[in-house]
């Protein structure tokens, strides 16, 4: 009597649609066994694809078939196609089994291979599923594809968004609060370049941000956050992006910039997380014996833990945090400006905006002349292939690099204002939160703190133990204490000139000189 293991595989499309299920080609194949004669040794049971004979029963029965013992003369299923789709490697299966001396069978399709042109037949009843496979994969692709050039997201939503579905049944993706509002927020902070991205990550997790490291990383680099859909390459068709049906998160010119962070063509000064609320200064400190970083760190005592900034080096550089931290909010307080100053710092200020707003027309002209140097390099290009100086391939490369500068550029243009605004309003907002600078610097949270010391100092402070010297300071704070000096020496009331003492600040960081601030306050 002749021993067979029976072999069913169904997939999820296939059961609902042609009524392959596992029971009804079990019963057909025993059945079939009982008026052969034939002793069914094992039923293996299958519910993936059959394009590869990667599938876990079947490679659970390989291995069984190879282990020393009793093998079944035969590998029974119903249909050629439960099991292959793939014409090429069945042969190679069945050329497996032929060695092991197993014979696999199709009951409805049976065929003798000893016979040579019984292959033939084989080829057809392999060959007919595969192309019907093929050709529903083709229309599935072509139908994602024609969905994306309608401007349509295919698959599941990205983080910040949700899948939806229309009145008439079209789906489409919405934002997902609070998520869309934390991805807005990651993408300024990415532009911003204050944290890098896995600090990023690492603060919107805590905001409630759900996400992997990896799904992060993609998500970033995704155009879809501003409105774009992105059709690849097919073919003769070029990749392109277009416009998409769903609600942007972010601007296109934001999403350039991250990208420019992210491909290190824009670097900015990052704040340092730390996780120790005693120790605000950590990585903002210069040793002044030997000009190595300071770190931070706690030392036990018999009932409380000390904090200390110090020194790696052997130089033992030491400071107590307390004090440390004490005299920096003094140094802070010179910043402050005061309430009488106000309209004169608002003068200043605006003044300043005015010079500086003067220049965007020059740098809106000056990327309308890039774009159009892009566009004539583009049109060129084109001109050369009609006239077969350059190959197809060389002028698509050129047009993707050509057009995907000029989108980058008209983001940008997009966002540079056309007129000057009037920012008198957020400027008496901006001189009230300065007056309680101090305050909120004592008040703020750890991050709050490190916001606060990275704008005032854009470059690292020496700290000597009584008094902080940088090489840099921000410009306002530049002169609000120049200001603040002027004021203080010119002790025979006369009239200051306040409007122009900026270009006077001579930028030395926390010990400007004073003597020129006496020299130009004399002559006044």
Request: aromatic share 10%; proline share 4%; glycine share 4%.
């Amino acid at each position: 009597m002749k021993v067979a293991d029976l072999y069913i595989r169904v997939s999820t499309d296939e059961q609902a649609d042609k009524g392959y299920s596992q029971r009804n080609q079990e019963e057909v194949l025993r059945r079939y066994c009982a008026l052969q004669n034939i002793e069914v040794r094992k039923v293996i049971y299958e519910d993936h694809s059959a394009k590869t004979f990667n599938r876990p029963a079947w490679q659970r029965l390989l291995a069984d078939l190879k282990k020393p013992g009793r093998r079944p003369d035969l590998i029974l299923f119903t249909k050629w196609d439960r099991f292959s789709r793939n014409a090429g490697d069945a042969y190679q299966m069945i050329s497996l089994l032929g060695k092991m001396g197993i014979d696999p069978q199709a009951i409805e399709q049976p065929l003798d291979l000893t016979i040579p042109e019984n292959k033939m037949m084989l080829a057809f009843y392999l060959a007919a599923p595969e192309v019907e496979n093929d050709r529903r994969a083709l229309n599935v692709f072509h139908g994602m594809r024609r969905a994306k050039k309608e401007g349509r997201w295919m698959g599941t939503a990205p983080v910040g968004y949700k899948n939806k579905t229309d009145e008439t049944g079209r789906k489409h993706i919405a934002p997902k609060e609070p998520e869309a509002d934390i991805m807005r927020w990651a993408f300024n902070e990415l532009a911003a370049s204050n944290y890098n991205t896995e600090q990023v990550l690492k603060i919107a997790r805590l905001k409630g941000l759900k996400c992997s490291k990896n799904n992060f990383w993609v998500a970033i680099r995704n155009p879809v956050y501003c409105g774009k859909i992105h059709v690849p390459r097919f073919k003769d068709e070029d990749s392109k992006f277009v416009m998409g049906l769903h609600q942007p998160l972010i601007s296109e010119a934001l999403y350039y910039e991250v990208q420019d962070v992210l491909d290190g063509r824009k670097r900015k000064q990052r704040i340092k997380l730390t996780s120790d609320d005693a120790l605000p200064l950590r990585g903002f400190l210069i040793c002044p014996s030997c000009g190595r970083m300071l770190t931070g760190s706690a030392s036990r005592g018999r009932k409380h833990y000390y904090h200390y900034y110090h020194c790696i080096s052997s130089c033992g550089a030491r400071f107590k945090a307390d004090e440390t931290n004490n005299l920096f909010i003094t140094e802070i307080k010179k910043y402050v400006p005061r309430k009488e100053l106000q309209p004169l710092y608002k003068k200043m200020l605006l003044t300043a905006f005015n010079n500086a707003t003067k220049h965007t027309q020059d740098e809106r002209r000056q990327m309308l002349i890039q774009i159009n140097i892009l566009t004539d390099k583009l049109r060129e290009a084109r001109n050369l292939l009609f006239s077969k100086e350059i190959s197809p391939e060389d002028f698509r490369q050129s047009k993707i690099d050509y057009e995907t500068e000029i989108i980058r550029l008209e983001a940008k243009l997009s966002e540079i204002p056309e007129e000057k605004h009037n920012f008198s309003k957020l400027l008496d907002q901006g001189l009230e939160t300065l007056s309680q600078l101090d305050t909120f610097y004592e008040t703020g949270s750890i991050e709050q703190k490190r916001k606060i010391i990275g704008s005032i100092f854009p470059e690292k402070i020496l700290f000597d133990g009584t008094q902080y010297r940088t090489t840099k300071l921000n410009e306002v704070a530049q002169i609000i204490y120049a200001m603040e000096v002027a004021f203080s020496e010119n002790k025979k009331g006369t009239s200051i000139d306040f409007t122009s003492l900026s270009q006077v600040v001579i930028p030395l960081g926390l010990e400007p000189r004073t003597h020129t601030l006496k020299v130009y306050c004399s002559t006044n």
